[in-house]
């Protein structure tokens, strides 16, 4: 079974950057959605950003938007999620997801990566 394979997480401090990627374990996948999830300890998974496949359509939770960018490297096959001024809330297990419908639902999304942890100590 094709899954997507997350990394680039780590423990960082307060203000720094990391991006984090996100590709199929085998064949690109044909479906249209990427998005990028996360859930904080004792929290639920919330949406964080999601981009098409083709085209520049971007949507981002308002907690991210301005410090976080999602884009895409069509022939890697890769997502990427661009994340600055990270804050120590933004500590989670960062989740990629791929999709049919432009939604941050996560309901609609049926392929899961494994998830990548990012750490920010304030």
């Known amino acids: 079974q094709v899954q997507l394979v997350e990394s680039g997480g780590g423990s960082v401090k307060a203000g720094d950057s990391l991006r984090l990627s996100c590709a199929p374990s085998?064949?690109?996948?044909?479906?249209?959605?990427y998005a990028w999830f996360r859930q904080a300890p004792g929290k639920e998974r919330e949406f964080v950003a999601l981009?098409?496949?083709?085209?520049?359509?971007?949507f981002y939770a308002d907690s991210v938007r301005g410090r976080f960018t999602i884009s895409r490297d069509n022939p890697k096959n890769t997502v990427y999620l661009q994340m600055n001024d990270l804050k120590a809330d933004d500590t989670a297990v960062y989740y990629c997801?791929?999709?049919?419908?432009?939604?941050?639902?996560?309901?609609?999304?049926?392929?899961w990566g494994q998830g990548t942890q990012v750490t920010v100590a304030s």
């Open positions: 997801a791929v999709g049919s419908q432009y939604t941050s639902d996560q309901q609609s999304y049926d392929v």
């Open positions: 085998q064949r690109p996948f044909s479906r249209s959605v």
């Open positions: 981009i098409r496949s083709r085209g520049t359509s971007e």
